[in-house]
């Protein structure tokens, strides 16, 4: 019969830190920098008091913003670093106004509220998110 071969505690210890390391926050945001085609004409000054208006801080903590120490829905400090909104949606400018726009006609089983944006608010909200000037 052969002996199985296992690898020392201290290799496996090893690798294990080496891909944790791997997950770290130093990885450039999924959506590049600059204003893309899709957020032309967003204000993201007025995306910013939009949030604090609609009552976004009620279940979500945003940058810059103070409201309740709520964690109902995720944080939104790093939306330009998700790869999807709500879940599956693919990150991208576009699909973050969608998002905002609609989200139980993207995932039925959503608990983030229709906020009755309009699309130009929801473009400013995604330019806001997503850091663009």
Same mark, same amino acid.
Do not use: F, K, W, Y
């Given at each position: 019969?052969?002996?199985?071969?296992?690898?020392? =505690? %201290? &290799?496996?210890?090893?690798?294990?830190?080496?891909? *944790?390391?791997?997950?770290?926050?130093? #990885? =450039? %945001? &999924?959506?590049?920098?600059?204003?893309?085609?899709? *957020?032309?004409?967003?204000?993201?000054? #007025?995306?910013? &008091?939009?949030?604090?208006?609609r009552g976004c801080l009620a279940c979500h903590t945003v940058p810059g913003l103070s409201g309740p120490a709520s964690q109902v829905g995720p944080a939104l400090d790093q939306v330009p670093r998700r790869a999807y909104l709500g879940g599956w949606l693919p990150n991208t400018p576009d699909n973050l106004a969608r998002w905002l726009l609609d989200p139980s006609a993207i995932n039925p089983l959503t608990a983030m509220p229709d906020t009755g944006l309009t699309p130009e608010e929801a473009r400013d909200i995604a330019a806001f998110l997503l850091g663009r000037p």
């Open positions: 019969m052969h002996d199985i071969i296992r690898p020392a =505690p %201290a &290799l496996l210890g090893a690798v294990a830190l080496m891909l *944790l390391g791997a997950c770290g926050d130093d #990885r =450039p %945001a &999924l959506t590049p920098p600059g204003l893309p085609e899709q *957020l032309a004409g967003a204000d993201s000054a #007025r995306g910013r &008091l939009l949030v604090a208006e």
